[in-house]
């Protein structure tokens, strides 16, 4: 029997929570949101075309809720919407001069908040929880 108190579903909620929170405190200085933040740290550390279905795919979300992001963050100036050659339905994400001189920031940012979050964590450990989590993750998916 599942214990309602020790339930997985219950302690991954808290502490995407708890990573909500952070990322949304260390942008509170900035002009856009830790959702933003995050979505423009993925983008900054490409090398090839992303498009929207790349955002779906990174976080796991509805392709509704990555238009709205997107949107929000065209409308703050971190990035322009740019059709391609090949196909001129698809618009590959380009990210713009302002949102390179938040590059360092938001990389920092992020790299202070993975550290804190697996401080004192031994490297087996994260190795089962990243199976764990996969295994959640693909569980779901079925």
Do not use: C, W
């Amino acid at each position: 029997m599942i214990s309602l108190t020790q339930s997985a579903a219950r302690y991954v909620s808290k502490l995407s929570n708890k990573l909500r929170r952070k990322l949304d405190a260390f942008s509170s200085r900035k002009e856009f949101s830790g959702s933003q933040g995050r979505t423009l740290h993925f983008l900054l550390a490409q090398t090839e075309d992303i498009f929207q279905k790349d955002i779906e795919e990174e976080y796991s979300i509805r392709p509704s809720t990555a238009t709205e992001l997107l949107k929000q963050m065209e409308k703050n100036g971190l990035i322009v919407r740019e059709s391609v050659a090949y196909d001129n339905r698809l618009k590959k994400i380009v990210v713009t001069e302002k949102a390179l001189s938040y590059k360092r920031q938001v990389v920092e940012d992020l790299t202070t908040l993975e550290e804190t979050l697996v401080k004192d964590i031994p490297e087996a450990d994260l190795q089962v929880f990243f199976r764990v989590i996969e295994k959640m993750m693909d569980n779901l998916s079925e």
